[in-house]
């Protein structure tokens, strides 16, 4: 490998972490709502662009884009993550938790049924035309490295992905509802019995799935600054194959199937054609479900006798 | 007399067409050791799900210390002290032997996520007595060195015993034990039972005890209810039992 395509190798492995961990962001909200509850919610995607929105409204009202910088960009985290917090207790509340003791199929076609709701919804409230996310944070490039640029924006993702990551692992594994968590996760029958709150439980995890989704609308919305209220579809999709291809219900997997996957797009696209760019996503989901349903890291489901 | 701390009257299970459970009544109070025994497929189990909840009796009413349980939300009864191990064992299989019994002992702690953020020195305090109190349980069955493994891995015998201390974690006053005792060989069935007598005394605890085999439960129960059919044929103390002839006709059978 001569220099120059070494140093594109590098640019191309930066940005395919930067965009990783976006996807790992939003897979870990499947993840978990799918740990506690069995469930995929198909309106995560949907609590993504409400979230890119609300960063936007408040980006604007507030006039943020004249001053950028990381107190701008503080200030629309926090909005998306407020908004997408309150909308994914309230669809737990409306949508899911009436149908507790239903099917898991009938609670599912409920999901994707909120999913369209919103989709449509944001289409009348919005308006369906593409709006610019407020530049909070210019991409610049901060330094050169061997010929690689490191810019701006794609450290912020990764100081942001990384920090919230790390916040996660903690929460889970040393608070008295993580703990709670993992358990109702591993048997919510009985971690009722053992005193714990499932529905409150429950509540939490969607408060916290959801602020992950608010977070990475905020981090897209700086690299992709198009929004628009059908943006949470395709990558919605594409944080759910994630969160398959890691082993979905596993923590850990949502991260490693996000960064895979965010690597796996930034190569097809640098050495491949960005024509295949999505069919990339969809052909990885293809292959797991043939040869590794459970993820690379999920446990093997047993049947509960 | 002692305060009464579970109390079924008149309960009744029916799964569509099947009856699985019919007039059951039962009063426990404080203290005591009772054994709830039947054939396979008497019903047993049903009753034990109905008491704690897990099922919705279809007719009766269940009180845990006066509390009726229609009125309590499911993780309430063990608020109230009331806990149960399951006959085919229910673990957090993924968590590790210890924080299967810190799970349970949650409810009793009083630091917040707050606390657990900023580190206050209530979460350091909370969280030690919350391990310190969780191996001490966990050395009464002789887990405590394998606190740190995952508990799916454990060995049957030891997971049954797990259970137990789980259910101890919650600080009960009343435990209900669903055959503790399955599976276990006959040395390690007495050893068991010796157990399940010690920790009733040192926790002052009254315990329910459902077991299969009858010459088990007669060592040590003080007083026994034979279920048959979802009906309780008899009660009585161990020697009224076993000499009860309704009680040997459901277990051995009747010549017609």
């Given at each position: 490998m001569?220099?120059s395509?070494a140093?594109?190798?590098?640019?191309?492995?930066?940005?395919?972490?930067?965009l990783?961990?976006?996807?790992?962001?939003?897979?870990?909200?499947?993840t978990?709502?799918y740990?506690?509850?069995?469930?995929?919610?198909?309106?995560?995607s949907?609590?993504?662009?409400?979230?890119?929105?609300?960063?936007?409204?408040?980006?604007?009202?507030?006039?943020?884009d004249q001053?950028?910088?990381f107190?701008?960009?503080f200030?629309?985290?926090l909005?998306?993550?407020?908004?997408?917090?309150?909308?994914?207790v309230?669809?737990?509340?409306?949508?899911?938790?009436?149908?507790r003791?239903?099917?898991?199929?009938?609670?599912?076609?409920?999901?994707?049924?909120?999913s369209?709701l919103?989709?449509y919804?944001?289409?009348?409230i919005?308006?369906?035309?593409?709006?610019?996310?407020?530049?909070?944070?210019?991409?610049?490039?901060?330094?050169?490295?061997?010929?690689?640029?490191?810019?701006?924006?794609?450290?912020?993702?990764?100081?942001?992905g990384?920090?919230?990551?790390?916040?996660?692992?903690?929460?889970?594994?040393?608070?008295?509802?993580?703990?709670a968590?993992?358990?109702?996760?591993s048997?919510?029958?009985?971690?009722?019995?053992?005193?714990?709150?499932?529905?409150?439980?429950?509540?939490f995890?969607?408060?916290?799935?959801?602020?992950?989704?608010?977070?990475?609308?905020?981090?897209?919305?700086?690299?992709?600054?198009?929004?628009d209220?059908?943006m949470?579809?395709?990558?919605g999709?594409?944080?759910?194959?994630?969160?398959v291809?890691?082993?979905?219900?596993?923590?850990?997997?949502?991260?490693?199937?996000?960064?895979?996957?965010?690597?796996?797009?930034?190569?097809?696209?640098?050495?491949?054609s960005?024509?295949?760019?999505?069919?990339?996503?969809?052909?990885i989901?293809?292959?797991?479900?043939?040869?590794?349903?459970?993820?690379?890291?999920?446990s093997q489901?047993r049947?509960?006798? | 007399?002692?305060?009464?701390?579970?109390?079924?009257?008149?309960?009744?299970?029916?799964?569509?067409?099947?009856?699985?459970?019919?007039?059951?009544?039962?009063?426990?109070?404080?203290?005591?050791l009772?054994?709830?025994i039947?054939?396979?497929?008497a019903?047993?189990?049903?009753?034990?799900?109905?008491?704690t909840?897990?099922?919705?009796?279809?007719?009766?009413?269940?009180?845990?210390?006066?509390?009726?349980?229609?009125?309590?939300?499911?993780?309430?009864?063990?608020?109230?002290?009331?806990?149960?191990?399951f006959?085919?064992?229910?673990?957090?299989?993924?968590?590790?032997?210890?924080?299967?019994?810190?799970?349970?002992?949650?409810?009793?702690?009083?630091?917040?996520?707050?606390?657990?953020?900023?580190?206050t020195?209530?979460?350091?305090?909370?969280?030690?007595r919350?391990k310190?109190?969780?191996?001490?349980?966990?050395?009464?069955?002789?887990?405590?060195?394998?606190?740190?493994?995952?508990?799916?891995?454990l060995?049957?015998?030891?997971?049954?015993?797990?259970?137990?201390?789980?259910?101890?974690?919650t600080?009960?006053?009343?435990?209900?034990?669903?055959?503790?005792?399955?599976?276990?060989?006959?040395?390690?069935?007495?050893?068991?039972?010796?157990?399940?007598?010690?920790?009733?005394?040192?926790?002052?605890?009254?315990?329910?005890?459902?077991?299969?085999?009858?010459?088990?439960?007669?060592?040590?129960?003080?007083?026994?209810?034979?279920?048959?059919?979802?009906v309780?044929?008899?009660?009585?103390t161990?020697?009224?039992?076993?000499?009860?002839?309704?009680?040997?006709?459901?277990?051995?059978?009747?010549?017609?």
């Open positions: 001569d220099q395509s140093q594109e190798f590098i640019q191309h492995l930066i940005n395919g972490i930067s990783g961990s976006i996807y790992a962001l939003i897979a870990l909200g499947y978990m709502v740990g506690i509850l069995q469930l995929i919610n198909f309106a995560h949907e609590v993504y662009m409400v979230g890119a929105f609300a960063a936007y409204y408040t980006g604007k009202g507030l006039g943020l001053h950028p910088g107190g701008a960009l200030a629309l985290l909005a998306a993550v407020v908004v997408c917090s309150i909308l994914g309230t669809i737990e509340r409306l949508a899911y938790r009436p149908l003791k239903a099917p898991k199929l009938n609670i599912l076609i409920t999901a994707i049924g909120v369209l919103l989709q919804s944001g289409q009348i919005f308006g369906a035309d593409p709006k610019l996310f407020p530049e909070v944070i210019k991409d610049v490039t901060v330094f050169q490295l061997g010929g690689v640029e490191v810019r701006s924006l794609d450290i912020t993702i990764l100081v942001v990384t920090l919230v990551m790390i916040g996660l692992h903690f929460l889970v594994h040393a608070t008295k509802i993580g703990t968590m993992r358990a109702v996760s048997n919510t029958m009985v971690a009722r019995l053992m005193g714990i709150n499932v529905d409150q439980v429950i509540s995890t969607f408060v916290i799935g959801s602020s992950l989704a608010g977070i990475a609308s905020v981090l897209v919305g700086l690299k992709y600054p198009k929004i209220p059908l949470g579809m395709l990558f999709i594409k944080a759910f194959v994630a969160a291809l890691g082993g979905i219900g596993s923590l850990p997997g949502a991260m490693l199937g996000g960064v895979i996957l965010g690597l796996s797009e930034e190569m097809v696209v640098g050495y491949l960005s024509t295949y760019r999505d069919a990339l996503a969809f052909g989901l293809i292959v797991i479900l043939l040869f590794r349903p459970s993820g690379l890291l999920g489901t049947e509960k006798v | 007399m002692s305060e009464v701390l579970l109390e079924a009257t008149n309960m009744k299970m029916q799964f569509g067409g099947l009856c699985a459970v019919d007039g059951f009544n039962l009063t426990l109070r404080s203290g005591e009772v054994g709830l039947g054939p396979n497929g019903g047993k189990t049903t009753c034990f799900n109905c008491l909840s897990v099922y919705k009796p279809t007719e009766g009413v269940v009180k845990i210390r006066s509390v009726d349980t229609k009125r309590l939300r499911p993780w309430q009864i063990s608020k109230l002290g009331m806990t149960r191990t006959q085919n064992i229910r673990l957090f299989r993924d968590l590790s032997v210890l924080d299967n019994v810190i799970v349970a002992g949650l409810q009793h702690t009083r630091h917040s996520l707050l606390d657990s953020a900023l580190r020195p209530r979460h350091f305090i909370e969280e030690a919350l310190e109190r969780a191996l001490e349980l966990l050395a009464i069955f002789n887990l405590q060195d394998k606190a740190h493994l995952q508990s799916g891995g060995p049957y015998g030891e997971q049954r015993r797990l259970e137990i201390v789980r259910a101890l974690a600080e009960p006053r009343l435990i209900l034990l669903d055959e503790p005792a399955a599976g276990m060989n006959h040395s390690e069935t007495e050893e068991l039972m010796k157990t399940i007598a010690k920790i009733r005394k040192d926790f002052h605890l009254a315990v329910l005890l459902i077991e299969h085999d009858m010459k088990l439960v007669m060592g040590i129960c003080e007083r026994i209810i034979v279920l048959d059919h979802g309780i044929i008899a009660e009585g161990p020697s009224e039992i076993q000499s009860n002839p309704t009680v040997i006709a459901a277990y051995l059978g009747t010549e017609d």
